[in-house]
């Protein structure tokens, strides 16, 4: 008899074929760089193809915030979905219930999408999903801060080795200073750099790591001086490509500023990389001059 019941109630069911069916999307992401949120809703077996006779709901977990009458073309939302429109009212009669709702009124859950076509209807539900993105990623900010730190290193070391062989003060210390200036304003973009989500603040220490670093340009030139003594073609080769890395730094930054997604980190740190790396050349230098004249100084002896 149970069984007899069951099986009546499962023939009406399939009978009237009332059964809408949907393309089933469990979930969809929002990060805070979606300025609008699509909730994709898409019934792939309407048969009228008639917005007239069509009614959309969609519900927050069971509570309706939005309705769509085809017959009167009206939509209706609830006072905290207010920005909840269709995505595309041409679309309905092939199918697309899906919904745009702006960033500030999505909020995390799962919602559902209820289609009703003359007698036919069914529901979907997806889940709304709020995933935290940073700026670049963390090897993308590694990269930079290791290539900075570098930079940072090589310029010290340098200004190490040389600094008992400048003879005017000033410069001396303009050197010490710009050193200190740069070494301040990037570990200030580190700490503003560095974060679990995206904010302002992370484009603002991009901009303090990268710009202040046109200071090593000409001071890598006065120690390059000192320390290829006798090679300033070397020196100003070296100052060329220390400046093209900088114009490349900048390139890349003027790139990733202004997007939410960066997707030219990639030129930031090769040009970092070729400010950290072609000082190296300066200071291998030194140390084969360095070492050869011992090499002289003990053959002498
Ligand atoms: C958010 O934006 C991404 C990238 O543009 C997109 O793929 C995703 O579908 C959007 N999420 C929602 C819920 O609209
Ligand atoms: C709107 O949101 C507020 C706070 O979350 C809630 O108290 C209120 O019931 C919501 N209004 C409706 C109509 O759901
Ligand atoms: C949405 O539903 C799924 C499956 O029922 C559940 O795992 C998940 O926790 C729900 N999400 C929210 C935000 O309630």
Known sequence: MW????????????AGSAQLQFNVIKSVEQT??????????????????????MFVKWKLEKKEFFS????????????????????SLQNL???????????????????SCEVTESNREGETVIELVYRIVSWFTPIENSLIILFMVLAILFYWIQLAITVSKFETTLLKISLFIAGVVISVFAVVGFSLLISDEFMPENQIGLGLIVLPAVILVPSQYFLLQKVCE???SLAIGVVVLES??????????????????????????????????????GLIHAILTRSSKKDQASTHN
């Open 68 to 87: 769509f009458s085809g017959e009167t073309e009206m939509s209706h939302t609830n006072e905290n979905f207010s920005s909840a429109k269709l995505e």
């Open 93 to 111: 009669k092939l199918g697309v219930a899906s919904l745009t709702i702006s960033k500030t009124q999505a909020v995390p859950g799962n919602y």
């Open 3 to 14: 069984a007899l019941g069951a099986w009546v109630l499962l023939g009406a069911v399939c």
């Open 244 to 281: 093209l890395g900088y114009l490349i730094a900048v390139i890349g930054f003027g790139l990733c500023v202004t997007a939410c997604r960066p997707i030219n980190g990639a030129v930031v740190i090769a040009g970092l990389a070729i400010m950290a790396l072609t000082p190296v050349v």
């Open 32 to 53: 805070i760089c979606n300025q609008t949120v699509i909730l994709p809703c898409i019934v792939t077996n309407l048969a009228q193809k008639n917005t007239k006779v």
């Open 230 to 232: 006798n090679n300033l």
